[in-house]
């Protein structure tokens, strides 16, 4: 057995399946620069120490995504044109449309996938950066790693010129900055649907003017993909878009958000994050393995919480990371334990009861695709623009999950995520009371740029604050 | 130049200004951005605009790190250090602010002032996809709810005729500019970059009418005057992120050092002056084509297509550039990736180019940087000989 073998068995495969598969893999691997040792390091060191691999249905979804990264270099025969989106456009709902008006043709948010696989399993995401830093994105203004990840991989070759590629701009100017680089280096077709971002501080973010606007943009995206991709987007395409979406939240989301909320959690951030996501990204290899994965794993977690069994012993602490965990780093998370504290919570995905709600009812009530997607994006605090509406979802999100402290990842990384982070960090510690801390930390690769030791010594007095802070709270009542 | 002289007074006298201004009941807007809001509006609408457009200064930097990260856009941390360390006479004359949502660092500025000074603040939506057949409209809209809101703080109408004479004047003033930059086409100009910028950055701080008399003066002495620079002057057009008012280091080593600066494209740091408004018909409508799809192309703007980069290379061309300096200032990240891009093509034009990248630290090292554009001012006499 060598190492692919190995890593086919840690990412859920059966004998018969990896035999069959892994010439694929080989194959993917190798354009995508994952070296023999670089695979060798994942199944020895990296997906042992960071996920849950004792739940089945959690290898299962660490398959779903290797699949995924692999299909970026290696389309099936049929597929002859490829569409991208990038994150964090809610690519399930906007490509799956395209993918059932012509299956052959590719689907893919490849910054996504390339980070969540390339440089959080095999530690490979600098290759791809440092591609797109020889070619236009100075490394020295510290641009988000996630859209130098996906030029790179234009840069490198690896992903050819692309047929469509319809962005989206919420938050992100960087994204739609990177595919202009990508434009002028290999002629990819790429189109920007724009939201509009002047809600106030303290605005709604389903204001009606900005969210039609929205819309309409995103519903212009589409059009263009039908125009250069000569496919026809029906409204039966966009309707199954819709219930798959439906039908995701219902199986595979909503469900972790409740057994997340136990103590102890039963499946630390690294596991969160992949076992969450398959519902934004657009899942070229489709959704069939996803949901299988989910109904093992949710059968696992519920014996685990029935038996008080969870990644960390009763009562630790409880961390949330701001907006996104680190995926890029996910030795943070296996450190975080060590030091005594369970920073298992991401605020973006964890919805508290206010954002599940409306975000239950915006999908329930769908009544057409991109207003339906406009209100989501509008109400996700990750893309939100109001600033008291995040405020709010992170003060519900803290007291659903009773959390402790809250990791806000630096602003370097990203800076349109994370630009807001020291206004909330200041409204949550003097309205809330629960301690806060920036360490500067890319969210999306480990350059290495760092030293561990320091990232330690930084957490390890985290934890003492956030442990002395909650004996604290809990003698205040 | 006596007439360009006694502009330079309304920078200095700015302050006593607007508090005599203030005094007197009138309100001061500030306004953060690329050049998407009309002053003509805030005119007409019986208030001043301010635009906020200065920089150059460490301190400003230093004293925006309580608020913000490190890695925000160089310009626009220096607009929250002024902002809100109240250090800064004009900055501390305002009575509200009014922010152009399209990049999101200015957006970011209006935020900490929102949440660190209370001061009241409207976010004008400037949709990034021009191309979309909605974009317009919802630029339109914002026009006409900041109007409602600048008629609401000063309870007085921006009447048509009101923002037609407001018109008529930024339209002489823009003519005015222009005619004065087309001036530095000549072999041998009579202005150069530095002095160009800096009257362009004075009408952010004048009366426009006193600013338009001024320009008028500036003008007829200039086109009646010898050739100020040599003919044989490498001719350097200065492109990238804005220089703000009192940022004029690079601009002053360029022309020291033997360059004349004939033009620039700074992403929103100069007024733009080419397009016009018109003043007939509707004039909220006039203005919304003007300032929303009448003016340059900026970064922000997707995709560009070829019309942007293509901007530059036609700004080379209009005015026989040499050399071009890209000014860098850190964590631009836009303009960085523009500037990418334009090198690409001044490259395939034979055009050399440098960049000079800024976090407000050129005046500490002064002596690197002059020589730096020294020497490349010595490559480019070389590339034109060759030429």
Redesign the interface.
């Known amino acids: 057995m060598d190492e692919y073998d190995e890593l086919l068995k840690l990412c859920g495969f059966q004998p018969g399946e990896a035999r069959e598969y892994k010439p694929t893999l080989k194959k993917g691997l190798d354009k995508l620069l994952v070296t023999q040792d670089d695979v060798k390091f994942a199944v020895k060191e990296r997906l042992p120490k960071c996920w849950s691999l004792h739940l089945e249905g959690m290898r299962k979804i660490l398959g779903c995504w290797l699949r995924e990264y692999i299909r970026i270099a290696v389309p099936t025969p049929e597929e002859t044109r490829i569409c991208h989106t990038y994150f964090p456009q809610p690519g399930m709902a906007y490509l799956h449309p395209i993918k059932l008006a012509d299956p052959t043709i590719q689907v893919s948010i490849p910054d996504f996938i390339a980070s969540f696989v390339g440089a959080a399993f095999f530690n490979v995401g600098w290759k791809y950066v440092e591609a797109a830093e020889r070619?236009?994105?100075?490394i020295?203004?510290?641009?988000?790693s996630l859209n130098k990840i996906r030029y790179g991989l234009h840069v490198l070759g690896i992903v050819p010129c692309v047929d469509a590629s319809i962005g989206f701009?919420s938050?992100c100017?960087?994204a739609?900055?990177?595919?202009?680089?990508i434009?002028?280096w290999d002629g990819t077709k790429?189109?920007?649907?724009?939201r509009?971002?002047?809600?106030?501080?303290d605005g709604d973010p389903f204001e009606e003017?900005?969210i039609k606007?929205f819309a309409?943009?995103l519903e212009?995206g589409h059009r263009k993909a039908e125009e250069w991709l000569g496919i026809e987007i029906t409204p039966e395409h966009k309707n199954e878009a819709v219930e798959l979406l439906v039908e995701l939240s219902i199986k595979t989301f909503v469900p972790l958000l409740e057994f997340m909320k136990a103590d102890p959690a039963p499946l630390n951030a690294n596991d969160l994050a992949y076992a969450l996501l398959p519902i934004a990204m657009a899942m070229d290899t489709g959704y069939d393995y996803t949901f299988k994965a989910h109904e093992i794993l949710q059968q696992e977690l519920r014996t685990m919480v029935d038996e008080g069994k969870g990644v960390v012993p009763k009562g630790t602490p409880r961390v949330s990371w701001r907006i996104l965990h680190p995926w890029g780093c996910p030795w943070l998370v296996p450190m975080c334990h060590e030091l005594g504290i369970s920073a298992d919570f991401e605020e973006g995905f964890l919805l508290g009861e206010m954002q599940l709600n409306k975000s239950m009812e915006i999908q329930m009530g769908a009544t057409d695709l991109y207003v339906m997607m406009a209100q989501i994006l509008a109400m996700v605090s990750v893309l939100g623009t109001s600033?008291e509406y995040m405020f709010r979802s992170h003060r519900d999100h803290i007291r659903d999950y009773k959390i402790d402290g809250l990791i806000s990842t630096?602003?370097?990384p990203c800076?349109?995520l994370?630009?807001?982070?020291?206004?909330l960090a200041r409204m949550i510690e003097d309205r809330i009371g629960i301690p806060c801390i920036t360490p500067d930390v890319d969210i999306y690769i480990d350059r290495g740029d760092f030293p561990k030791e320091r990232m330690r010594t930084l957490l390890e007095t985290f934890a003492d604050v956030v442990k002395r802070s909650k004996v604290q709270r809990s003698e205040q009542g | 130049m006596e007439a360009m002289e006694r502009l330079s007074k309304c920078v200095q006298e700015r302050p006593a200004e607007l508090k005599r201004l203030r005094d007197g009941g009138i309100k001061v807007i500030g306004i953060v951005g690329l050049g998407y809001v009309p002053e003509e509006l805030i005119y007409a609408s019986a208030a001043i605009p301010q635009r906020l457009i200065k920089g150059g200064q460490r301190e400003a930097i230093d004293d925006s790190r309580e608020y913000c990260h490190g890695s925000f856009s160089t310009f626009h941390k220096a607009q929250i250090g002024y902002l809100l360390s109240g250090k800064e006479p004009v900055y501390n004359s305002l009575d509200y602010l009014v922010v152009e949502s399209g990049d999101w660092n200015s957006e970011m500025v209006g935020m900490y002032v929102y949440f660190y000074r209370k001061l009241p603040t409207t976010w004008l939506g400037v949709p990034g996809n021009p191309e979309f057949d909605g974009a317009l409209s919802y630029y339109i809209t914002g026009l006409g709810r900041l109007r409602d809101r600048l008629e609401e703080l000063t309870g007085s109408k921006a009447s048509e005729e009101k923002l037609r004479e407001y018109i008529t004047l930024y339209n002489e003033m823009r003519d005015l500019l222009k005619n004065i930059s087309y001036l530095r086409k000549h072999p041998s100009p009579p202005i150069g970059g530095l002095d160009f910028i800096k009257l362009n950055h004075y009408s952010f701080y004048c009366e426009p009418h006193k600013y338009v008399d001024g320009l008028k003066s500036v003008y007829a002495e200039l086109k009646g005057s010898e050739g100020e620079y040599p003919a044989d002057a490498p001719r350097i057009a200065i492109f990238g992120c804005p220089i703000a008012q009192s940022d004029y280091v690079l601009p002053r080593l360029i022309e020291d050092a033997g360059g004349v600066i004939v033009t620039e494209e700074l992403s929103g740091g100069i007024r733009h002056y080419e397009a016009n408004t018109k003043v007939h018909g509707d004039m909220m409508g006039n203005l919304a084509h003007r300032y929303y799809l009448g003016r340059a192309r900026d970064v922000y703007k997707y995709p560009w297509g070829d019309e942007l980069p293509s901007m530059f290379t036609r700004l080379v061309d209009d005015y026989h550039v040499d050399g071009v300096i890209w000014y860098q200032l850190m964590y631009m990240v836009g303009n960085s990736m523009l500037g990418y891009v334009v090198s690409k093509r001044m490259k395939e034009k034979g055009i050399p180019m440098m960049t000079i990248q800024s976090e407000y630290d050129l005046q500490g090292r002064l002596e690197s940087n002059k020589t730096r554009i020294e020497t490349f001012i010595e490559v480019v006499k070389q590339y034109r000989k060759r030429r």
């Open positions: 070619e236009g994105c100075a020295e203004q510290i641009g988000c701009h938050l100017d960087d739609a900055l990177s595919d202009q680089l434009h002028e790429i189109w920007t649907p724009y509009v971002r002047d809600i106030p501080f003017i900005n606007y309409a943009s212009d600033i630096g602003y370097r800076r349109t994370e630009g807001h982070s020291l206004i």
